[in-house]
């Protein structure tokens, strides 16, 4: 007969093995956290700000360094000044699109019953999304 789930393996002696219940603890493994604690941490404490993920002068020196080269192509020669409030929707409109297309591939990852998230996922979500998204143009 087969052995079940709960039961517990018999050794080669024919006794039963202590239940994992029975086994003698060492003293500072009931305090132990999981190994991926702090990241769980870390994601119940993004959850509940609003705050922007992207530092604000990182994602300002990229925008600027799109349109200068978007500019220069169109042999502009004057200088472009951004609001404050524009750059911020900018990077709201920009967040919210990437947590977007991360929730996106995280489905196609579990989808494969998988937990890593890979490239083939963002491609498959690249692909699902169609020719007049954001990012396939």
Same mark, same amino acid.
């Given at each position: 007969?087969?052995? +079940?789930? %709960?039961?517990?393996?018999?050794?080669? @002696?024919?006794?039963?093995?202590?239940? +994992?219940?029975?086994?003698?603890? +060492?003293?500072?493994?009931?305090?132990?956290?999981?190994?991926?604690?702090?990241? !769980?941490?870390?994601?119940?404490?993004?959850?509940?700000?609003?705050?922007? !993920?992207?530092?604000?002068?990182?994602?300002?020196?990229? $925008?600027?360094?799109? $349109?200068? +080269?978007? #500019? &220069?192509?169109?042999?502009?020669? %004057?200088?472009?000044?951004?609001?404050?409030? =524009?750059?911020?929707?900018?990077?709201?409109?920009?967040?919210?699109? !990437? #947590?977007?297309?991360?929730?996106? =591939?995280?489905? &196609?990852? !579990?989808?494969?019953? /998988?937990? @890593?998230?890979? $490239?083939?996922?963002?491609?498959? @979500?690249?692909?699902? /999304? %169609?020719?007049?998204?954001? =990012?396939? /143009?």
């Amino acid at each position: 007969m087969a052995r +079940r789930k %709960g039961e517990p393996r018999s050794s080669s @002696t024919g006794s039963p093995l202590q239940s +994992r219940s029975s086994r003698s603890t +060492r003293s500072g493994d009931d305090n132990r956290q999981p190994r991926n604690a702090p990241a !769980l941490r870390e994601i119940k404490r993004l959850q509940n700000t609003t705050n922007l !993920l992207i530092p604000r002068k990182s994602f300002q020196d990229v $925008v600027r360094s799109i $349109v200068l +080269r978007i #500019v &220069c192509q169109h042999h502009f020669t %004057g200088t472009i000044r951004w609001s404050v409030t =524009a750059m911020e929707a900018l990077q709201e409109a920009a967040e919210a699109y !990437l #947590v977007n297309f991360f929730e996106d =591939a995280l489905l &196609c990852t !579990l989808h494969a019953r /998988r937990v @890593t998230l890979m $490239v083939k996922d963002f491609e498959l @979500t690249r692909r699902m /999304r %169609g020719p007049n998204d954001v =990012a396939n /143009r």
